[in-house]
């Protein structure tokens, strides 16, 4: 019972506590592990008529799992590992699934019967100039909501005003960024994307609770209160997206206030290190910008065919910034073709400087 009572079940909990090679070593070993219990069902069930849901599979699997995991609590050197429960249900169940539709795509006809031509007197195509509209027309405004866009803006504002580096042209950026929105509502899907990785002046500023792209940010969310639709829109995830973001969500707030919880005090302290327990609002902080961005994303994409382009576009234009930035790295501190050396490339991620993977989880 001891044992158990030392098990953490926060999900990959002991990933954190190895080198990447070791953790991503044993991930592929876990998901190696119980990967056949998928195929092994597959392969008895397939053609029997018989098939089970794949969510079945993963919970076989994941029984498995746990009773692996129990017994390692009655051996000295080995430690349960709660997270090796539910990477058996995705392996197993992504592996029985993924057979069945690879298999039933590989016994469609792939004839393709070509049409009869037949003679037809030549005909005038008039092709217009524009073949077709990417915006359609804008939702009626829920005014009410501007005064939600008013205060999010007052945030911003007094973000920028103790902004310690160049606030004016801070303020001057944020404030084109809106009137920019304004003119082509899609252009967020481009601008965030962009500069989430380039937009980090926090070994200049000294500040990463509250930076400069948490006011961007709030730019954004300022611009999508001030013209959120009246009507109440159909949400664009199912209902099995929603319930899994739903149950992230509320295990994310549980993280959140086991780490915040007790409080500290309010001091000089309290926000300048990861050590304070308000790091935790530090770290959770990007989860629910992302849900309060959600809304104003299925908006954008109700609105613009090419929302998924401009979104595209945004992602292509950070990873050429984070690239530049990576050869001008090398070259200043070691060389661009030495790959010997044990430097490792931060970027403009200043989280690096206390390890971590931030860089390469943004690639």
């Known amino acids: 019972m001891q044992k158990l009572a ?10 954190y506590f190895t080198s990447e090679s070791v953790a991503f070593v044993s991930l592929l070993s876990n998901i190696g592990l119980y990967l056949p219990v998928g195929l092994l069902c ?53 592996c029985y699934e993924l057979m069945g539709r690879l298999v039933g795509w590989l016994g469609q006809d792939k004839t393709i019967e070509l049409p009869v031509e037949m003679p037809v007197a030549p005909t005038i195509v008039f092709i217009p100039e524009k073949t077709g509209d990417a915006e359609l027309p804008a939702f009626p405004v829920a005014k009410g909501w501007r005064v939600m866009a008013g205060l999010v803006w007052m945030v911003m504002v007094w973000g920028v005003l103790a902004y310690p580096i160049a606030p004016a042209a801070l303020g001057i950026f944020l404030f084109g960024y809106i009137y920019l ?4 509502p899609f252009a967020w899907l481009i601008v965030i994307p962009a500069l989430l990785p380039l937009m980090d002046f926090t070994p200049w500023t000294g500040r990463f609770f509250f930076d ?30 929603l319930i899994l973001l739903t149950l992230f969500g ?82 200043v501190f070691v060389s661009l073709f030495d790959f010997a050396s044990d430097y490792r490339i931060n970027g403009m991620f200043s989280t690096m400087h206390a390890g971590g993977g931030h860089f390469e989880s943004y690639l």
């Open 42 to 94: 597959w392969a008895r069930f397939a053609n029997t008529g018989k098939g089970f849901h794949w969510s079945t599979v993963g919970a076989l699997a994941a029984v498995f799992a746990l009773l692996v995991e129990i017994g390692k609590l009655y051996l000295q050197e080995k430690h349960a590992d709660p997270s090796d429960v539910w990477l058996a249900f995705i392996a197993a169940a992504a």
């Open 181 to 184: 929105l304004i003119r082509w």
């Open 212 to 241: 400069e792209f948490d006011l961007l940010i709030l730019a954004t969310l300022g611009f999508y209160f001030w013209q959120k639709p009246k009507v109440r829109l159909r949400s664009l995830l199912s209902l099995a997206s």
């Open 250 to 331: 509320v295990f994310y707030i549980v993280s959140l206030f086991k780490g915040l919880l007790p409080l500290p005090e309010l001091n000089a302290n309290a926000f300048n290190n990861y050590y304070s327990n308000f790091n935790s609002l530090r770290v959770a902080k990007g989860f629910f910008w992302s849900l309060l961005l959600l809304p104003l994303l299925q908006v954008t994409i109700r609105r613009y065919r090419n929302a998924y382009h401009y979104f595209a576009y945004g992602i292509l234009l950070g990873l050429a910034g984070v690239s530049v930035f990576a050869v001008i790295e090398r070259m």
């Open 6 to 15: 030392e098990t953490h079940f926060l999900p990959l909990y002991y990933f």
